[in-house]
């Protein structure tokens, strides 16, 4: 079942908006999300560069692995640290306002010597970098001849869609996360159930083999034959 898991990982990181890893450069400051696996006893940091005075929320859940649950820590640029987690199997955390640098995420699963973890987690920014964009684009649209409809309106109406479909996209996805653990659960529970299951009939068919074999030698004669 692990092996499943990791080729859905190495899939996801196909599909999913890349994260700064190690050393490697700064990404471009946009959301993101990522699923991986994390050995036993290794630990994993992540990289995202952040802008300055803005809203960056840290969310993350175990959907595979014994016991579902990781060590987390979260640092600023600076390398203070911020969050700091232990066991747990889901968590979400808000960084306002943020310092420009790259922040540090850190998955730890040495407690664990023998089950590896796949972990989802997704990075949300609110910066104010979208509002000078918006008032940007107002200004350059705004024609003297559009005199019946309220261009403070119009903005007002695109940028509650906007988060409204932003918040929608998050939601989807912690659902997408939520079932994957849920489904590894259920196949955990049902490799187990049919193991169980196997061993009982095993069980069974040797009792009936050995009753049977008594009860012959109950009613064997025994009794000498005359010569």
Same mark, same amino acid.
């Given at each position: 079942?692990?092996?499943?898991?990791?080729?859905?990982?190495?899939?996801?990181?196909?599909?999913?908006?890349?994260?700064?890893v190690g050393g490697a450069g700064p990404p471009p400051i946009q959301d993101g999300e990522f699923t991986f696996l994390?050995?036993?006893?290794?630990?994993?940091?992540?990289?995202?560069?952040?802008p300055?005075?803005?809203s960056l929320e840290t969310e993350y859940q175990v959907i595979g692995g014994a016991g579902l649950d990781v060590d987390f820590t979260l640092e600023s640029p600076q390398g203070?640290?911020?969050?700091?987690?232990?066991?747990?199997?889901d968590g979400v955390h808000t960084?306002?306002?943020?310092?420009?640098?790259?922040?540090?995420?850190?998955?730890?699963?040495?407690?664990s010597?023998?089950?590896?973890?796949?972990?989802?987690f997704?990075? !949300?920014?609110?910066?104010?970098q979208d509002d000078e964009e918006v008032e940007g684009w107002a200004e350059a649209v705004e024609p003297?001849?559009?005199?019946?409809?309220?261009?403070?309106? !119009?903005?007002?109406? !695109?940028e509650t869609m906007r988060i409204r479909l932003e918040r929608s996209i998050q939601t989807l996805t912690l659902l997408r996360a939520f079932e994957a653990r849920d489904r590894n659960l259920q196949e955990g529970n049902l490799e187990r159930v049919n193991f169980w299951s196997a061993v009982n009939v095993a069980v069974l068919l040797l009792v009936a083999v050995l009753q049977v074999c008594t009860l012959k030698r109950f009613f064997q004669d025994k009794r000498p034959v005359p010569t």
């Open positions: 079942m692990m092996a499943d898991s990791a080729a859905l990982a190495w899939a996801l990181w196909l599909l999913l908006p890349s994260v700064g994390l050995p036993a006893g290794r630990k994993q940091c992540f990289y995202q560069s952040a300055a005075n803005a203070v640290l911020l969050v700091s987690e232990s066991r747990k199997a960084v306002e306002p943020t310092e420009a640098g790259d922040y540090k995420l850190c998955f730890d699963n040495s407690f010597t023998i089950s590896e973890k796949l972990v989802f997704e990075l !949300i920014f609110d910066s104010l003297e001849e559009m005199l019946d409809v309220k261009m403070e309106d !119009i903005k007002e109406s !695109i």
